[in-house]
């Protein structure tokens, strides 16, 4: 599903990532793990094509996104990925299911089919009373789970998680860990997700662990 191979990352003088090699197969959740500093959330947001590395290649299902720009790599990144963040990022002026609605709106698709499926999707996840609410009107973990919605609405081929449960209490961080759980097994749904939360780690097919810029592949080595 994902191949990066020989990532480097710097900002001026600070080297962030040092070679990063990494693989994720389809239908897995891996972790990553790793101090504050590290470059978990950099090598994340080269993964997603958010950034962009200052070497090294990254394949997602055999297409080299680091080669890709302008439209080609915008539509590829609106078709291919879906992106949860710690900060669901639902605009406020729209509607739950118009937040879900968007990036596949945005691809060009019918508002009739869009609407339908989104409305499936919420529904799936607990928030099919939610439709017509604004973010404002959900509560931290509805609005997660409507952020998830939309992240699944393009039938991505990967999510990326950031955070995802950084902002949430404990009950909506548990129910949100299962959540990923239940994607994976019934619509075989690929995460890479960046934590610091130990629990949801443990839970991933994987954890992988990054330090000083460096990614040591080993299953399970801090558990």
Known sequence: MLKAQGIIKSYG?????????????????VSIMGASGAGKSTLLQILGTLDLPNGGQV??????ITSLSGDDLAKFRNEKIGFVFQFHNLLPEFTALENVCMPALIAGKQMSEVEEKGKKLMTLLNVGDRFEHKPTELSGGEQQRCAIARALINDPLIIFADEPSGNLDSNNAEGLHNLFLELRDTMNQTFVIVTHNHELAKMADRQLWISDGKMDLSDDIHS
Do not use: M, R, Y
């Open 13 to 29: 003088k600070l080297n962030v990532l040092k070679g990063i090699d990494l693989e994720i197969k389809a239908n897995e959740i």
């Open 59 to 64: 394949w997602i299902d055999n297409t080299e």
